[in-house]
């Protein structure tokens, strides 16, 4: 019992030790990166990465990437089914600069709380009842939303 | 700020509080989201894949098990006579006897235990859903008719904070695709109100019959969420909540949907 219980004290210690430092700088856990919002914009990549813009439109479209068509209108003809949830996004590079659009991707309710859309990048510890499988990670990586930044800044 | 942009701002701050977040006025029934030849399709009998789970429920209602003393058609009837349509279409309701908010399917599986004398079925099983597809069937046509005061005010606010709740890595609650943006299309499907006047439905997807506490379940694991299981008090709520917002539409069950 005794042993146990001590046991949990050092854990609990351990764990407090531990959590101050992983809410500094990137990357840290699972290679999540801490950012920072200002201005209703994220100025710096994610992880300090470099998007490509290619990838970002193959992203946008794969019902397992971004999946962006599920609910906004793209320039992407050969599809044929794009939502109307969202706005269109035709033009968005021409309205947004690349940190407005990285905020709007990496956490969406910190502009607008009551929207739908997801937060494809915030904190993943701030989920509620997520299941066992995405649970503590983030729907795209650092480098996918950086690629999606890329192609859309490019959308004028 | 000149005098028009003064105008501008108030109608803005005006449509915030003087526009509902709907689109039109009352509940809407998922059948008006429907294409016309699946419409057709639910209102034939015949063609109506769900009327094999009515077909399936009506046996178990009227099966006397080896060395039992009662089914079902005992007390309510050969083919449910006696059942009254009314009452079918008030639940979810209140009984303080069978422990408060009481849905068909539990107040099937009291019958069940009780006057059956049989082992209680798990909420959610097959045979539990047939049954309650052939009651609720009985009911077709009757508007739905949930109590909201009393007892069940306070229970319909909690219902109402579980819909309102984001759930999952996606972080969506019901409330965002069935209220706030009921009819836009999703990919290439048209988001609908969300109504339950239709369960236990048919799925053209899955080739199911499908309950609503299940088809909610579907919702969880689509924005990955860990699911709470039928017959818990969080789907029980929500079955309340759902349906209330319902009251007025016709019971349409076995309803064919995508």
Redesign the interface.
């Known amino acids: 019992m005794l042993g146990r219980s001590l046991k949990r004290a050092v854990m609990a210690i351990g764990v407090m030790v531990v959590l101050p430092s992983a809410s500094a700088g990137p990357p840290v856990g699972d290679g999540f990166c801490t950012w920072e919002a200002t201005g209703f914009a994220i100025e710096q990549p994610l992880c300090g990465l470099q998007g490509d813009p290619e990838r970002g439109r193959a992203l946008a479209a794969d019902q397992n990437g971004g999946n962006c068509l599920a609910c906004h209108r793209l320039p992407i003809p050969e599809e044929s089914f794009h939502g109307t949830v969202g706005p269109p996004l035709d033009g968005v590079g021409a309205r947004y600069t690349a940190g407005q659009i990285r905020l709007r991707i990496v956490d969406e309710q910190q502009v607008n709380p009551f929207s739908i859309m997801p937060g494809f990048y915030r904190d993943p510890m701030l989920g509620n009842r997520v299941a066992d499988d995405y649970w503590g990670k983030t729907m795209l990586d650092a480098q996918q939303v950086e690629d999606l930044v890329a192609y859309l800044v490019n959308l004028k | 700020m000149s005098r028009r942009r003064y105008g501008l701002l108030f109608a803005l701050i005006m449509a915030m509080f003087v526009s509902p977040p709907i689109v039109g006025a009352g509940p809407v029934s998922g059948y008006a989201f429907l294409d016309e030849s699946t419409q057709a399709m639910q209102d034939d009998e015949f063609e109506n894949p769900g009327m094999m789970t009515v077909e399936r429920g009506a046996e178990l209602f009227h099966e006397l098990r080896e060395a039992e003393e009662y089914r079902c058609a005992d007390c309510h009837g050969e083919d449910g006579a006696k059942l009254d349509p009314e009452a079918i279409a008030r639940y979810p309701v209140f009984d303080p006897n069978l422990g408060g908010l009481v849905t068909l399917q539990k107040r099937l599986n009291y019958c069940w235990e009780i006057h059956l004398d049989r082992f209680p079925l798990m909420p959610g099983d097959r045979e539990l859903t047939a049954l309650e597809t052939f009651v609720r069937h009985r009911a077709r046509g009757v508007p739905v008719n949930i109590r909201t005061d009393g007892e069940m005010a306070p229970l319909l606010t909690e219902g109402e904070v579980l819909y309102n709740?984001?759930?999952?890595?996606?972080?969506?609650s019901c409330r965002?695709?069935h209220l706030?943006?009921q009819g836009?299309?999703?990919?290439?499907q048209r988001?609908s109100q969300g109504q339950s006047n239709g369960f236990p439905e048919y799925r053209l997807g899955s080739g199911r019959i499908t309950s609503l506490q299940q088809r909610i379940g579907e919702c969880f694991?689509s924005?990955?969420?860990?699911p709470f299981e039928p017959g818990s008090r969080e789907l029980d709520l929500l079955e309340l909540y759902v349906g209330s917002r319902g009251n007025g539409l016709p019971i349409e069950t076995p309803a064919v949907r995508f």
């Open positions: 709740t984001r759930f999952g890595q996606l972080g969506m965002h695709c706030q943006h836009q299309m999703l990919r290439g988001l694991v924005f990955r969420a860990e």
